[in-house]
Nanobody, 123 residues
Framework: QVQPVESGGGLVQAGGSLRLSCAASGRTFSSIGMGWFRQAPGKEREFVAAISWGGGSTYYADSVKGRFTISRDNAKNTVYLQMNSLKPEDTAVYYC????????????????WGQGTQVTVSS
């Protein structure tokens, strides 16, 4: 079972950039897809981006397309989320999780959620 640990969050001004990392333990990491989600206060957890096991396919929410890039390094058991042109509405706790099947866009398709990392974008 993959157990992710997120890092890289912080406070940044609008227009700035951050790179989040998700280090995952587990021997099966290189054979499973991974996803990033976020949850703002008072809102439901929402899909941000996902990547297939080999990195050949990526998926993005419309709200981040063109600004965020998901990638992975299977040798390091790590998934990254490069976030550029950040906006105040990107403020949330960001989580990564392991894809278990179904649609990449749905929370229920994932397991092994990490503790999250806070991203705050000031205007």
């Amino acid at each position: 079972q993959v157990q992710p640990v997120e890092s890289g969050g912080g406070l940044v001004q609008a227009g700035g950039s951050l790179r989040l990392s998700c280090a995952a333990s587990g021997r099966t990491f290189s054979s499973i897809g991974m996803g990033w989600f976020r949850q703002a206060p008072g809102k439901e957890r929402e899909f941000v981006a996902a990547i297939s096991w080999g990195g050949g396919s990526t998926y993005y929410a419309d709200s981040v397309k063109g600004r965020f890039t998901i990638s992975r390094d299977n040798a390091k058991n790590t998934v990254y989320l490069q976030m550029n042109s950040l906006k105040p509405e990107d403020t949330a706790v960001y989580y990564c999780a392991a894809f278990t099947g179904g649609s990449y866009y749905y929370t229920k398709s994932y397991s092994g959620w990490g503790q999250g990392t806070q991203v705050t974008v000031s205007s």
